[in-house]
């Protein structure tokens, strides 16, 4: 798709934060991609390299600002090399030399609420859209993982489910480097999956923890749907649709498996996912969500800057080289994995 960018404030921070210029801009469950220019930030570095992208961060909107609630902030949920936590808006975008900020929103078209969803509809609410109760569980199952930490056998198993991916792309003449790093990552998946299963706490990267959020919510509320004869046609739509909320390339059909598995009886919904299917969701990378065509393109925050994203004809030229720049971050990466 292509795309136009129009050139809306300075001060990215004030601008979202500020309702009186017809926001509020940001949703919750909106995906936040980041670009770190600081040249300590060794890790972002490092991810930019392996996943061969210009973002190095994600996230998801966890709390959007909302005085009359006493919240006057915009908060986030994000997972880090110390585990997940909530950050503020902020430290998002400031300073605004060291930061881009990119924001893609989930599209829902597809998603049927049930009738309770219908029912919960509040038009005074400022978050109030199609989808807002499953939006709203993703970021909880985001924040059901907030004691996760990284030690020693997660970046140990994470790595080696990258290396994988990345031999998989780019070795395709040499197989045994894709499974030499898969057994690699099997190994230290045995390791800890005791405590994993004590703790029921699952250790992502940044861009899996919102990867995992967005497919766990809506397995849950399939389970629970398809139990309720009033809401079992909507179980099964969304269940057909559940492609629509993986944000990375699947080239071996594992989601389209799982859902096949689950229809004809072979898989149970309330079972949580294979391990084939959770190494796909953990091993999504920023460049995937910059990518994909189920997350569609809303602002990007550039030199302190902000543009609005709007779909634009083929042939469209930008006008200026600013805006060739904000268009340049919004370009395909990598190739099929």
């Known amino acids: 798709m292509a795309y136009r960018a129009v050139r809306i404030q300075q001060d990215p921070l004030n601008f979202f934060l500020d309702e009186r210029n017809g926001g509020p801009f940001l949703r919750v469950s909106d995906v936040i991609l980041r670009e770190n220019k600081n040249p300590r930030e060794i890790f972002a570095h490092l991810i930019r390299m392996a996943t061969a992208s210009k973002w190095s961060h994600s996230s998801i909107v966890y709390l959007v600002r909302e005085p009359d609630m006493g919240y006057h902030n915009t908060f986030l949920i994000e997972a880090k090399t110390k585990g997940v936590h909530i950050a503020s808006w902020r430290n998002e975008v400031?300073?605004?030399?060291?930061?881009?900020?990119?924001?893609?929103?989930?599209?829902?078209?597809?998603?049927m609420e049930n009738p309770l969803e219908r029912a919960w509809h509040d038009s005074h609410s400022p978050e109030d859209t199609h989808g807002i109760e499953y939006l709203r569980h993703v970021r909880g199952i985001a924040f059901d993982q907030i004691n996760g930490l990284y030690d020693k056998t997660t970046v140990y198993e994470l790595s080696a489910l990258y290396a994988a991916r990345a031999a998989r792309r780019h070795l395709s003449v040499l197989p045994q480097a894709a499974d030499g790093a898969q057994k690699v990552a099997d190994f230290f998946k045995h390791e800890d999956e005791d405590e994993t299963s004590r703790t029921s706490v699952l250790r992502f990267i940044c861009s899996g923890l919102v990867q995992y959020s967005f497919f766990e919510a809506?397995?849950?509320?399939?389970?629970?749907?398809?139990?309720?004869?009033?809401?079992?046609?909507t179980a099964e739509h969304n269940l057909r649709n559940m492609h629509r909320v993986i944000f990375r390339e699947d080239p071996e059909g594992i989601v389209s498996d799982y859902i096949h598995k689950v229809q004809s009886g072979r898989?149970?919904?309330?079972?949580?996912?294979?391990?084939?299917?959770?190494?796909l969701l953990k091993t999504a990378t920023p460049a995937d969500f910059n990518n994909s065509s189920n997350l569609d393109w809303r602002f990007v925050t550039l030199k302190g800057v902000v543009w609005k994203i709007e779909?634009?004809?083929?042939?469209?030229?930008?006008?200026?080289?600013?805006?060739?720049?904000?268009?340049?971050?919004?370009?395909?990466?990598?190739?099929?994995?």
């Open 267 to 279: 898989l149970d919904i309330h079972q949580t996912a294979p391990g084939d299917v959770l190494d």
């Open 311 to 337: 779909p634009a004809t083929d042939d469209y030229l930008p006008t200026n080289k600013d805006e060739q720049e904000v268009l340049d971050m919004l370009s395909p990466e990598h190739f099929s994995s």
């Open 218 to 233: 809506l397995r849950l509320r399939i389970a629970r749907d398809i139990d309720i004869p009033a809401h079992r046609e």
């Open 94 to 111: 400031v300073p605004y030399d060291e930061f881009t900020v990119g924001i893609k929103r989930p599209n829902l078209d597809w998603y």
